[in-house]
C-alpha cells in the first residue's frame, strides 16, 4: 500500500469513527462497528490505532483538523475583519455549517468529546489543543481589527478570543437541547461580538446585516464596505 493510500484509508476510517460518535454517542463506540462503517477488516483499524482509546483521540483532532481546513478555505483572509468574525460565527452555527458544505457533524459531537474528556486522560489532552486551533482565526482576525482602530476591546486578545468561544459553546449547547431556538443562536451571538468588539451603532447594525446576508444565502458582495 502506498503511503497516499494509507492515508486515505486511515481519513476514511476516522470519517467512519466519526459518523459513529454522532450516532451512538462516544460510549457506543466499537472498533468491530467502526471497520464495518469504513469497510475495512478489524485487523487494519487495530494496525493503524491499536485500541480503542487511540481510535477516539485520533477521531476527534480529525474533525478538528477538518473543520481548521474548511474554514481557511471559507472565509477569506483578505476580507475585513469585522466580516471575518461574523462568518466564523456563522460557521458555528446549524445554518451556518450547512451552507458550507462541511458535513458538520453537529455540537453533540462536541459534547461528547467534553464529556469523555472529563473522563478519560488522553482526551482531556486534547483540549488544549484542539481550541488552540479553533481560536487561532479569531485571535488573527481580532488582531488586524484591533491594529486599524476598528475594535475596541477589553483585555488581551486572547481573553477576547476565549470569551468568544466560551459564548458560542454555551449558546451551542442551549440551542442543542431546544431551550433556545436555532433562529435566535447567531443574532445572540452577533450581539455577544458586537459588545466584544466595542462596535459603535453603525458597525453593529452592519455586523447584523452581514450576518442576514450569510443566513439568507444571499451574496455579501452587495454590502458596502464603508
Avoid at 451551542?172 to 451603532?201: F, H, K, V
Avoid at 458597525?203 to 450569510?214: D, F, G, K, V
Wanted: hydrophobic letters at 45%.
Amino acid at each position: 500500500m502506498s503511503d497516499t493510500d494509507s492515508v486515505d484509508r486511515r481519513a476514511q476510517i476516522l470519517d467512519a469513527a466519526v459518523r459513529i460518535v454522532v450516532e451512538k454517542g462516544a460510549n457506543g463506540v466499537r472498533m468491530a462497528d467502526v471497520a464495518e462503517a469504513a469497510g475495512v477488516s478489524l485487523g487494519l483499524i487495530q494496525h493503524y490505532f491499536r485500541h480503542r482509546d487511540r481510535l477516539l483521540v485520533e477521531a476527534f483532532r480529525h474533525e478538528s483538523e477538518r473543520i481548521a481546513s474548511t474554514w481557511r478555505v471559507v472565509v477569506r483572509l483578505d476580507e475585513p475583519p469585522l466580516e471575518r468574525l461574523v462568518e466564523y460565527i456563522w460557521l458555528c452555527t446549524p445554518a451556518g455549517s450547512g451552507s458550507a458544505a462541511t458535513s458538520f457533524p453537529g455540537w453533540g459531537f462536541w459534547m461528547d468529546f467534553w464529556s469523555e474528556a472529563r473522563r478519560e486522560p488522553q482526551l482531556r489532552a486534547e483540549v488544549g489543543p484542539i481550541y488552540a486551533s479553533f481560536s487561532m482565526p479569531f485571535v488573527t482576525a481580532l488582531a488586524d481589527g484591533i491594529s486599524t482602530g476598528e475594535f475596541r476591546v477589553r483585555g488581551p486578545i486572547r481573553d477576547v478570543a476565549d470569551r468568544m468561544i466560551a459564548t458560542i459553546d454555551g449558546t451551542a449547547l442551549r440551542t442543542l437541547l431546544g431551550d433556545i431556538d436555532e433562529s435566535r443562536m447567531l443574532p445572540l451571538l452577533i450581539d455577544g461580538l458586537c459588545a466584544e468588539l466595542g462596535l459603535d451603532q453603525q458597525q453593529s447594525e452592519r455586523a447584523h446585516a452581514i450576518a442576514r446576508e450569510l443566513s439568507t444565502g444571499e451574496s455579501r458582495r452587495a454590502l458596502s464596505r464603508a
